[in-house]
């Protein structure tokens, strides 16, 4: 999944704090670690590149030899605690959403030409065909191996698996002791704490399709502490044939990528993975729909902007989020 975050604000004590930033996933990262019991940042750091390593072994499309890779080539494989734990939480979203998020729409992904070999070989008919091979109930984990309806069927957890990346890490800091931190990774943010005794401050890039600086041009600024954040947009990863526009999120039920008004959704979550399922599901299922769900469920909160029928940006936010967002007037 593609996402528009950015970190924000400053310490008045830098010693107090730590950065760590490398790169993981084919994006980046950039993590501050409040630092009172004085650790190594290179070890740290390198902690966290060995354990963003073991994760792609486990969740990523682009190595051939990891799990979920094997697992799709219908390979013999015993799945790990990065598979399963995610594959459970993909479930979880799965069901949340009424199927709106769905892992198993793989085959649709590389079809439109979104998957690794970046590819497009679709058709009326291939589409019919692999929605035939899409929903969660067709797949299950047991004793540890997956279970599939269909040899056919693949998995692809691009769109939770990076802030499922970001809550792995956000243990390991809680494991080390350390009490405020702010872990982005490819642009899923998840702190704890305040950052010098003020909330972190996280930037929402505007959703335009030339904005590809993550931070050059903001739509706002959201102060945060203790939450995860994760952001679902529809103008990094996209092509254009024929005058018309495809993004990277496929609706599951129809087989096509998802066309509505919507033009970036960010959710707020205690969990930067149920975030990340949840606002790729809402970049489907459109603004009204996401608006309906969010008061079904005051767990989470959500900024959305999209474009009204002149195709000005417009934006919405949950009630309690008022208070904590400046917007930058550009609607």
Not at 147 to 167: C, E, H
Not at 233 to 241: A, D, S, V, W
């Amino acid at each position: 999944m593609f996402l528009f975050l950015i970190i924000a604000g400053c310490s008045n004590n830098k010693n107090d704090y730590a950065t760590i930033t490398g790169f993981a996933q084919g994006s980046t990262y950039s993590m501050i670690i409040e630092n009172s019991m004085h650790l190594d940042p290179s070890a740290v750091n390198k902690k966290v590149e060995e354990i963003l390593h073991a994760f792609d072994m486990s969740l990523s499309l682009y190595i051939d030899s990891s799990i979920v890779s094997r697992i799709n080539r219908n390979d013999t494989v015993t799945c790990d605690s990065f598979f399963t734990d995610n594959f459970e939480k993909s479930r979880k979203v799965w069901q949340l959403t009424g199927g709106a998020f769905d892992v198993t729409v793989a085959p649709l992904v590389r079809a439109w030409g979104f998957g690794p070999d970046g590819h497009k070989n679709i058709s009326d008919i291939k589409r019919d065909s692999l929605l035939k091979l899409v929903g969660m109930e067709k797949v299950e984990l047991r004793d540890g191996k997956v279970i599939k309806t269909d040899p056919r069927i693949s998995l692809d957890f691009n769109a939770i698996a990076q802030g499922y990346s970001v809550d792995v890490i956000c243990r390991y800091f809680d494991g080390l002791g350390i009490k405020s931190y702010c872990v982005e990774i490819g642009g899923e943010v998840r702190v704890k704490g305040k950052k010098a005794g003020k909330p972190w401050r996280i930037g929402i890039d505007k959703p335009v399709d030339d904005n590809m600086i993550p931070g050059s041009d903001l739509e706002a600024i959201v102060r945060l502490n203790d939450r995860a954040l994760s952001t679902s947009g529809n103008y990094r990863k996209f092509y254009i044939e024929n005058g018309i526009k495809y993004s990277h999120e496929i609706d599951p039920k129809t087989g096509n990528p998802a066309r509505n008004t919507l033009l970036s959704a960010s959710v707020f979550a205690d969990e930067c993975a149920i975030a990340d399922g949840i606002a790729t599901a809402f970049m489907v299922i459109g603004k009204d729909k996401t608006i309906e769900f969010l008061a079904l469920h005051p767990e989470y909160e959500g900024y959305l902007i999209y474009s009204d029928e002149s195709g000005n940006f417009k934006t919405w936010t949950s009630e309690k989020l008022k208070r904590l967002i400046s917007e930058s007037g550009n609607k």
